[in-house]
């Protein structure tokens, strides 16, 4: 009597998570019995999971996947305002180029950047090079205010910069892509030029 008492206390206690209310995790983690809906990032029943797609707020641009491709973020004044871009890196894409300007006349200035992208995806990061060099990769701790979505991550630099024009790359960091099951991940970007 005991062992079914218990036996009834521990299905009582078992949590029963509904498809569509769980954020997939990194490496596409979801409850028993569901699947990462890759379309949404959300835990789903199997049979309503669906591919991967860039969506209609994350369009890719296929010609800005390396430095001499970038596409431009234009001209960023001494202290600009946040210049933003969303895309994704499809399955297969090697990161996305961005160049933008640092205007003649600044001092002491610095580029602020980040990419918030989901964690059910591969783990993107930040690149920066002047253009004709190469990128150097820079992963650095967001200022504490930085706050995230449920469900997302981000990746932050802020380094100091001269009159100029930079390229900025979103590249995948190597790891947490699912054994290369999810390595694709969707993204905004936003760099800024600030005076410190």
Sequence with gaps: MRAAFA???FAACA?????????????????????????????????????????????DVPSNETPATAQSLGDLACVSLVAEARSCLPAGDTGDFYAFKVVDGCTNSHVQASVVFPIAFQ???????????????MDMACPGNRTT?????????????TPGTYVIGVVPDGTGNCDNECRFSRYQLGVQVTTK
């Design 7 to 9: 036996l009834l206390l």
């Design 15 to 59: 949590p029963d998570i509904a498809p569509g209310s769980y954020v997939c995790g990194p490496e596409e983690l979801c409850p028993d019995g569901q699947q990462c809906d890759r379309a949404s990032g959300i835990c789903v029943s199997p049979t309503s999971a669906q591919q991967f797609t860039c969506g209609d707020k994350n369009v």
């Design 123 to 137: 783990r993107l990061v930040l690149q920066l090079a002047k253009v004709g060099e190469s990128p150097v990769t």
């Design 149 to 161: 979505d449920d469900g997302q991550d981000v990746s932050c630099l802020d380094v100091p910069v």
